[in-house]
């Protein structure tokens, strides 16, 4: 079965960190590039990040810059998000996504089931 999972989300003070990672299953990761979005309630999901197949191209939105980080481990079929500097704005459903060969493919090829995440003292 042809899967991305994630993990790693929770409750987590402002100023914290969180990682979370997506791991693939039933196809191999290096074949592409992946994605987080996130959905906070009654918003549309947002593209937070993206990582080019083999690590080369990363992209961020403006404001995650200098906060998180996208990398992958294609030998555990594994990409990591790691959150710094975490703010209650943060707070949402934060969901992977793979498409085939590029980012700049229209369409979603593979998405996970997303995990939550919440910032909040």
């Known amino acids: 079965q042809l899967q991305l999972v994630e993990s790693g989300g929770g409750l987590v003070q402002p100023g914290g960190s969180l990682r979370l990672s997506c791991a693939a299953s039933?196809?191999?990761?290096?074949?592409?590039?992946v994605g987080w979005f996130r959905q906070a309630p009654g918003q549309e999901r947002e593209e937070v990040s993206y990582?080019?197949?083999?690590?080369?191209?990363?992209k961020y939105e403006d404001s995650v810059k200098g906060r998180f980080t996208i990398s992958r481990d294609n030998a555990k079929n594994t990409v990591y998000l790691d959150m710094n500097s975490l703010k209650p704005e943060d707070t949402a459903v934060y969901y992977c996504a793979a498409k085939y060969l590029t980012w700049s493919r229209p369409n979603i090829d593979y998405w996970g089931q997303g995990t939550q995440v919440t910032v909040s003292s």
């Open positions: 990582i080019s197949r083999f690590g080369g191209i990363t």
């Open positions: 039933g196809f191999s990761a290096d074949s592409y590039a």
